[in-house]
Structures are given as structure tokens and as C-alpha cells.
């Protein structure tokens, strides 16, 4: 019923920054909050950040903290990531999500959400 599409990934060098984006569309919009997450070849998906649609709050990974700022736009139905400071360990294809279900508290992992994307590659070169 509802679509995801990341977009905005790319190749690019160590300390640069980068902007993904996440379109939602369909017959019905309803996540009460949305996230992103990556994933690395042989790695373990894991959460990067989390937003909570209606409040606007956000909950980031340590790992991320104070490079990575999760963000929403409520007209275009876009979720966005914003990527400073990229490290070499930052690569990884990174998927937006969607949870239909209310929770008070963030939601980090992958099997919290319904709604996926099919991802976009982020690569940081040394």
C-alpha cells in the first residue's frame, strides 16, 4: 500500500557529506515513526536513526551521533538523511523503513518496522 524509495547515495571521499532521501507514496501514509538503517557485505543490518513522524523528535546510533541528522518534510512525504563527516566504516547500503504500529519509545530494530525500501549504496573512500 505504500512504496518507499531512498535515493541520494553515492561515492564519495572520507570527511565529505552526503544526502539520502526516502519518498514515501501510495493510497494511504500512516508510520508513526520512520528510520534508517545500513547494511555492510557480511554485516548484521544495523539502526542509524529514527524520527518520530508526528513530534518530529529523532534518536540517533552512537556511532553516527552528531554527523548524521535524520529529518522529515510532512508536504513531500520525505524522509531524509543528512551525512557529515562520512567515514570509510559509514559504507554500507543504507534502507529507509517505515513502522505502521505506535510505540512511545524509538524504535531501532529491523523487524520493529513493516515497511521497507529497496536501499541505496553509500561508499566512502579513503
Known amino acids: 500500500q505504500v512504496q518507499l524509495v531512498e535515493s541520494g547515495g553515492g561515492l564519495v571521499q572520507a570527511g565529505g557529506s552526503l544526502r539520502l532521501s526516502c519518498a514515501a507514496s501510495?493510497?494511504?501514509?500512516?508510520?508513526?515513526?520512520m528510520g534508517w538503517f545500513r547494511q555492510a557485505p557480511g554485516k548484521e543490518r544495523e539502526f542509524v536513526a529514527n524520527?518520530?513522524?508526528?513530534?518530529?523528535?529523532?534518536y540517533s546510533a552512537d556511532s553516527v551521533k552528531g554527523r548524521f541528522t535524520i529529518s522529515r518534510d510532512n508536504v513531500k512525504n520525505t524522509l531524509y538523511l543528512q551525512m557529515n563527516s562520512l567515514k570509510p566504516e559509514d559504507t554500507a547500503v543504507y534502507y529507509c523503513?517505515?513502522?505502521?504500529?505506535?510505540?512511545?519509545?524509538?524504535?531501532?530494530?529491523?523487524?520493529?518496522?513493516?515497511?521497507w525500501g529497496q536501499g541505496t549504496q553509500v561508499t566512502v573512500s579513503s
Open positions: 523503513a517505515g513502522r505502521t504500529t505506535i510505540s512511545i519509545q524509538p524504535r531501532t530494530s529491523s523487524w520493529e518496522y513493516d515497511n
Open positions: 524520527i518520530r513522524w508526528s513530534s518530529g523528535n529523532t
Open positions: 501510495g493510497r494511504t501514509f500512516r508510520f508513526y515513526q
